[in-house]
DNA sequence: TGACACATTCGAAACGTTTAGATTAGCTTT
DNA sequence: AAAGCTAATCTAAACGTTTCGAATGTGTCA
C-alpha cells in the first residue's frame, strides 16, 4: 500500500479509504490510485488487517472424520454458505481423538479464528474450558456438550431410531441387535433410549446381549456384528447406529456366509448418496444434511453479524426413515409366535 | 505480551526471547515471566506474529468436489499429513467452476497462505497468472496444467484405463461406451487416450457414438448412461470416468429396466469404500488415496522447509485395476460373432 | 472581509509481535 | 586498574494495515 500511495504521490490513509469506501475520494485521486493499483499489482495483506482490525474472515471447523459420509455432506454445504459470505473455513478432523481437538481448537484459536463449529468429541470438560476462554462464537453441531450452553444444531436422534426400530418391529422383528458408538456423546445417547423405548413401546424386552458397542470405525461394525451373529438365539435385524461402522456390518454378513435381506435385516442411522442404487438398497434414518449446515452457518454468521448477545439457540432437526429394501417382513414368524 | 511483561517486570523482548527460546533468559526472569503467563492465561497472537515472520504456517487447498469420494480421502490424508506439521489447512471447495476457483484462490492468497494445493478446474490459463504473481509454492493434484510448470501428484490415467477396457475387451466386450468430463483437463483427456488406444490394440473401432460427456455430476452420468443405452446397437459394457457420474450410470440402468452385470456390464474410474459389500460390487480403477494425498503433502512441506529451487517434481503414481463382478464375461457371443 | 461549513487529504498512532543493535553488569586478562 | 569478553537484558524499529483528528482548500453567508 505504501509503494502505491507513493506511486499515485497520496498518502496510504487515502488509498486506504479509497480501498474500502471509507471516505470519499476526489475522481482526479482515484484514478491515480486505481491506476497504482494495477501497475503495481497490489493485493491488501489480509494479515495486516485482521490484526489491526480483530477480525480474520475465518472460522475453524472441526468434523470427527471427514470421510464420513454425513460429515462430508455437512463440510460441504457449510464451505459453500460460508465461502458465499466471504469467510474461508480452516477444517481439522479430530478422529474421535479428545486430545487431537483440543490441540486443533487451540490451532483454530491461535489463529484468531472469528469463529468455530464444533463437531465434537469425547468429555466435554476441556471443551467447556477452551470455549470459556476463546472470545469468539461457538456452533455446536450434531453433538450437544454439557457445561457448554452455546447454539447448536442437532437432531432429535432419539425420535428418529424410535421409528426406525418400531418400523422393524412393525415388520415382525423381536429379536433387534443395535450397535452403537463406545463414546458417551449426547447422540449415541439419545438413540439409544429411541431404541430402548421403541421396544418397550412394544412391550419387547431389551436384552442386553443384543447391544453392542464399537469405536465408530468400520472394523469395530465388524466386530459387534460378528459378535451378534454368532449369538445361539441371533437376532434377525440389526441397527447401527453409525453410518460407516453399517459397512462394517454389511461385511461381517457377507463374511459369515448370510445374506440381508434373506437372512437378516439391516437399518442404519445416517443416508448414503448412493443408498437406492446397489443391492441390498440400505433401510436408513437421513439427517437433513443440507439444513443442518446451512442453519450451522447461519446461526454463526449471525453472530458474527455483530448479535452478540443473544441467548443461545438450540436447533433440533427432524430426520427421516427412508424405507428400502434391507429389512424382510417377518410375518409368518410373527403370527406362529403369538399363535 | 505487553501485561506479561508488564507483571513480569521485563520488557517484551525478554518475554518473546523465552517463549521462542531465541535467546538465554536467566533462571530468575523465566520464573516471574512464566508465572505472569499462568496468571494473565496470556496465548501469543498468530497473526501478529504471522505479520512480522511472513509465514502463516497456514496452507490452501482446493477441490472440485468434497464429496466426491475420491477428493473426500485425499483432503482427509493431507489434513491429517499438515495437521502432524503443526500446519491449519483452509480448504475450498470449486464446483467445477472456474470463476469460483480463482475466487477461491485469491481469498486464500489475500490470507497469506504459505503454500496452495491445487485440484484444478477448467482452463489453466487464469491459474496460471495468478500462481505466478503468488510467491507461495503450489504443488498440482490429480490434474496437470498446462503453463503451471510446478510441483505435481497425478495418476498413470492413460495406463489406467487401457487395463480396464482391455480387460473389458478381454471379457469379450466389443462395444463399449464411455463417459467422460466436458471439461478439458488432463486427467479426462489422459483417460480418453487410454480408452482410444485399448480398443485401437484390440483392432476394434472407436466410435462416436460410443462416447458421451458430461458434467461430472451425477445426472449428467445419468443422462450419458440413458443416450446410450437408446443406442440402436446399445453397447454391452460401459465405463465412466469419473466417480459421482457412475451412479447416475446405476440409476440410469435401473430405471431403464436393466441389470447389472446381467444386460450390461459396468466399470468406472474410482474406487468407493464400499465397493466390494454391495451388488453389483463394481469393477474399478482405485487410485492410491493415501500415497497421493501424503506425497502431495510431503511436496509441499518439502518446499515450505525451504527447499525453494528444486527443480519442479512430477510424481505419477500406479491406479490398479481392482476387479469385482459388475463385468460379465461375454464368451458366447464373441465366438458367435468371430465364427 | 471575516467567519463558518464542508469536502478532501494527510500525519501519525495504533494493532501485537520479532529482532537487530545498544546497553549494562560481571568476569577475566594483562 | 584499565581493557576486553561474555551473558543478559533492553530499546526501538519494523511488519502493513486502519482510523482519529488535524490540516488544507473552497465556497457561502452575513
Known sequence: MLHVAEAARVSVATVSALINGTATVSPELSARIEQAIRDIGYKRNAIARSLKMGTTRTIGLTVPHITNPFFTAVVSVIQQAFDR???????????????????QIRLLLDRMVDGLIVARVGDGAILERIVADANVPVVLLDRLCEGVDTDAVVLDNQRAVFDAISYLVNLGHRRIGYITGTSDISPMHDRMTGYCEALQAAGLPVAEELIRSGDFHEI??????????????????????????????????????????EDISVACFDDFPWSDVFQPQLTTVAQPVQAIGEQAANLLLDRL??????PPRKLVLKGRLMIRNSCRPLAAVVQSVSA
Open 85 to 103: 459470505a466471504g469467510y474461508a473455513v480452516m477444517l481439522c478432523c479430530t478422529d474421535e481423538d479428545l486430545n487431537t481437538q483440543d490441540d
Open 220 to 261: 469395530d461394525g465388524y466386530n459387534a456384528t460378528m459378535q451378534l451373529l454368532s449369538l445361539h438365539d441371533r437376532p434377525s435385524a440389526i441397527f447401527s447406529a453409525n453410518n460407516p461402522m453399517v459397512i462394517g456390518t454389511m461385511k461381517a454378513i457377507r463374511d459369515i456366509g448370510l445374506s440381508c435381506p
Open 305 to 310: 453479524a455483530g448479535n452478540r448477545d443473544a
